[in-house]
């Protein structure tokens, strides 16, 4: 079964950093296009970032120059390395495979909330 | 932040039929791009519902169903039930290389 689990999130104040972790288990990473999207608290959803199986990387512009999409082979797991954070960043993260091209997203992990307050 | 549109809101009686909208434009939809949607129930993470346009993925009741048109798309759902109360959004791509969701549909079930 194809399982993505998210980590890391939690408060943050506004300018640090945190690191989110999606690990998945019954499919590989660095085979598939891996992405990240977020939830606002009672808002939509919103396309963060990308990255290709050749380790093409790509970003909503509300993020660019902020945020970092990385993998790990080896752990089979995707990362975002959150910069700068700012109050409109606070969300639900959640990673999900991306299938086909440009394509869908399927499946998703159950998502990790961080929130950037003072 | 949502480049496609749709209604905030539709409702039904068990076993009616209720349709999403999902509106475009030229750099998406109406360029070609495939459209996708979602069901998210509360506090869960969104779930494939159907994929390319009309495909429904494995698990997923024949009651729903998609379809596109030049810039638009929709979703009905037919022989409504109690446990498709939730919220739905349509995804496509956009020509600005980005993927794009809808702004979302909460269903009710009255």
């Known amino acids: 079964e194809v399982q993505l689990v998210e980590s890391g999130g939690g408060l943050v104040q506004p300018g640090g950093s945190l690191r989110l972790s999606c690990a998945a288990s019954?499919?590989?990473?660095?085979?598939?296009?891996m992405s990240w999207v977020r939830q606002a608290p009672g808002k939509g959803l919103e396309w963060v970032s990308v990255?290709?199986?050749?380790?093409?990387?790509y970003y909503a512009d509300s993020v660019k120059g902020r945020f970092t999409i990385s993998r790990h082979n080896s752990k089979n797991t995707l990362y975002l390395q959150m910069n700068s954070l700012r109050a409109e960043d606070t969300a639900v993260y959640y990673c999900?495979?991306?299938?086909?091209?440009?394509?869908?997203?399927?499946?998703w992990g159950q998502g990790t909330l961080v929130t950037v307050s003072s | 932040q949502s480049v496609l549109t749709q209604p905030p809101s539709v409702s039904g009686a068990p076993g009616q039929r209720v349709t999403i909208s999902c509106t475009g434009s030229?750099?998406?939809?109406?360029?070609?791009?495939?459209v996708h949607w979602y069901q998210q129930l509360p506090g869960t993470a969104p779930k494939l519902l159907i994929y390319?346009?009309?495909n429904r993925p494995s698990g997923v009741p024949d009651r729903f169903s998609g379809s596109k048109s030049g810039t638009s798309a929709s979703l009905a759902i037919t022989g409504l039930q109690a446990e498709d109360e939730a919220d739905y959004y349509c995804?496509?791509?956009?020509?600005?290389?980005?993927?794009?969701f809808g702004t979302g549909t909460k269903v009710t079930v009255l």
């Open positions: 999900a495979s991306l299938r086909g091209y440009p394509g869908w997203f399927d499946p």
């Open positions: 019954g499919f590989t990473v660095s085979s598939n296009y």
């Open positions: 990255i290709y199986s050749g380790g093409s990387t």
């Open positions: 030229s750099s998406n939809i109406g360029a070609g791009y495939d």
């Open positions: 390319g346009n009309s």
């Open positions: 995804q496509s791509y956009d020509s600005s290389l980005s993927w794009v």
